[in-house]
Every structure is written in C-alpha cells, then in structure tokens.
C-alpha cells in the first residue's frame, strides 16, 4: 500500500537549532496517526512540514506522493488542516467562516453551502451557523475549525493540539467528532499532549521528544512495553530544594542512563517519561521539577503530584 505521507531522515531547522532531528515517518490510508510528546518536542515543526507551510530542511517528505517542495500548492489542495490557533474570521458568521474557506479550493458557492451546513450538523453547530464566531465558546470554536478542515473533502486531516486547552466537556465534544470521522476512514494526523485521547484514537503513535522518535507503535504496545508492575509514588513539593532531596530518595525508582532518565509508572494509565540529560543540570543530579512533570503530564494527561 503507498503511503500517504512518507518521511525518512526528516529534518528541520531554525538557525543552528535542530527542532526535528532526521525522523521516519508513514502513514497509511484511513489510519488515525498521532505525534504525542512534550512542549518543543518537535511535533508542530513536523505537522508544518506535512502541511507544506514550512519545507524541511533535509530529508526525504513525501504528500499524497508528491514532494512539497514543489507540489505545494496541489497537495495543499487535498489537506484539512486544524492549526493550532483556530485564526477564524471574526467579521463573518459561522457559516461563512467555512462557505469563504470553500471559495480558496475553487467549489462553487451552491455546493459550498450545502456542505458547509452539513458539516455545521455534523460539528453540532447547525443552529449557530447565522452567529458571528466571537461569542462561540473555544471548543465551539475548535469544532468549528475541523468542520472547516473538512470543507474540501481532503484525502488527510491534520489536527495539532485539537483539544488542548479545552475543559473536559469540550474536549471530549471535539474528540467524539475526531473519533467519528476515523470511522468514517477519514485519515487523521495529529499532536496531542494526551495519552488517554491518543489511546483512544489513534491506530499508531510516534512519541517525540527533542526533534527525535523516541518511542513508536500502537497506543497499547506503547503503554505495555514501558509499564512495570512496580507502582512508582513521586510527590514534589512546591520548594525546588527539598524537591531534589524527595527525588533523590525515589531515585532507585528511576532508571538513569547517560543521556535520559526513564521513569516507570503503572498507577492505572502506565506510561513512559523520558527526561533528557538538558533536564539535568551539570553535575547531573538535579531534575528540575517541571521537566518531569510536564513531560509526565504531557504522556498521561495527568499531574505527578498527590
Ligand atoms: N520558527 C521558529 N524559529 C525558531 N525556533 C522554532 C521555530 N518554531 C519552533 N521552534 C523551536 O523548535 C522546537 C520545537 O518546536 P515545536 O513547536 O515543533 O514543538 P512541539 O512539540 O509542537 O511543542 P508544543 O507542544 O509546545 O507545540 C522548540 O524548541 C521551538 O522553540
């Protein structure tokens, strides 16, 4: 089966900084693929590139088999793309927020219409779609933003972060959606902060953490092979100092390697945080406290403390 987006030796920098360090990357038709990782990981840069609004700096990318770097425009074409900020027109109602949209792929107004409400029905906004978008609360907004991505019938949806951000309610409103269209086989890339949200959704994950695969397989394999039995119990005061002296008795809890520390959790959602040696200070015994929790917030949607 040809790949719809195939990535090998990706690479993307800015300056001297390497965001995305020479990742592999396929995705098949009607899968739902995610990037999970956490913040500066290199997950956006990524979806940049696939969106052809940034070229790689290296490597070999390939869209709907074409090359970006000189089918932009046509690949574009066949993309729905969910940025992270939802840049909605507020001047224009709801419906004409996506019936404008249309007009950039060329569909005729009547058709635009048409399938502009039913995609309103199917994002749960039919009734709004005479509204302006300000007074939309943000997963209204959020909604809204895949009905749009959807205007053009596109052959891959790309969603970055489509429900960070959002109160639960929200988010599991977006996510329902998300959901429905994998069941339709609509092809889904996207980044998420959230285990829960990614196992739920996604056929296949890579996890990212400094521009680099780290991780990669299904939700399930993924939480399998980096699970113990062992019940690991961090509290982390709110003081930095004694924060080092609680973490260093726990420390034969942690797996310390030269270039990461890998910490094991199985408290209900087992996962795998990876802190990377820049999290360490130079003596190499200092984690600082939001490193490891933002990374283990980042992997299973919840805080380390109590
Ligand atoms: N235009 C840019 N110029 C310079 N550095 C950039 C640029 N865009 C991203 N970066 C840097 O590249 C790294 C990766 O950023 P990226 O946004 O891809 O990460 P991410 O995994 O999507 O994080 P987040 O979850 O916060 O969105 C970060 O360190 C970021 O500061």
Not at 210 to 221: D, L, T, W
Request: proline residues 6%.
């Amino acid at each position: 089966m040809t790949s719809l987006i195939h990535a090998r030796g990706l690479i993307k920098r800015f300056g001297d900084f390497t965001a995305v360090d020479g990742i592999d990357v396929d995705v098949q038709p009607g899968e739902a693929f995610g990037f999970l990782g956490p913040n500066g990981a290199g997950k956006s840069s990524t979806m940049r590139m696939i969106g052809c609004v940034s070229p790689p700096t290296d490597g070999v990318l390939r869209i709907l088999d074409m090359d970006p770097r000189r089918d932009g425009p046509r690949i574009r074409a066949r993309l729905g793309v969910c940025p992270q900020l939802d840049n909605l027109d507020p001047e224009l109602s709801v419906l004409e927020n996506l019936t404008t949209y249309a007009r950039f792929f060329g569909i005729p107004r009547k058709v635009a219409r048409e399938r502009a409400a039913e995609l309103l029905d199917f994002v749960q906004l039919g009734e709004r779609a005479g509204s302006k978008v300000e007074p939309l609360s943000g997963g209204m907004k959020r909604r809204l933003t895949i009905a749009r991505a959807m205007v053009n019938e596109p052959d891959i949806v790309l969603l970055d972060e489509p429900t960070t951000g959002l109160d639960p309610q929200a988010r599991h409103l977006v996510w329902e959606r998300l959901f429905r269209l994998k069941q339709q086989g609509v092809t889904l890339v996207l980044t998420t902060h959230y285990m829960d949200e990614a196992e739920q959704l996604c056929d296949r994950l890579v996890v990212m953490d400094g521009g680099k695969i780290v991780a990669e397989g299904s939700p399930r394999a993924l939480i399998e092979a980096y699970s113990t039995r062992e019940v690991v119990e961090l509290r982390f005061p709110d003081d930095q100092g004694s924060y080092v002296g609680k973490l260093e008795g726990v420390g034969e809890r942690l797996e310390v390697l030269p270039d990461r520390i890998l910490l094991y959790v199985t408290d209900g959602d087992a996962a795998l945080a990876e802190v990377h040696r820049r999290s360490l200070d130079p003596a190499g015994s200092l984690v600082r406290r939001s490193s490891l929790e933002d990374v283990f917030l980042h992997l299973t949607g919840r805080t380390l403390v109590d």
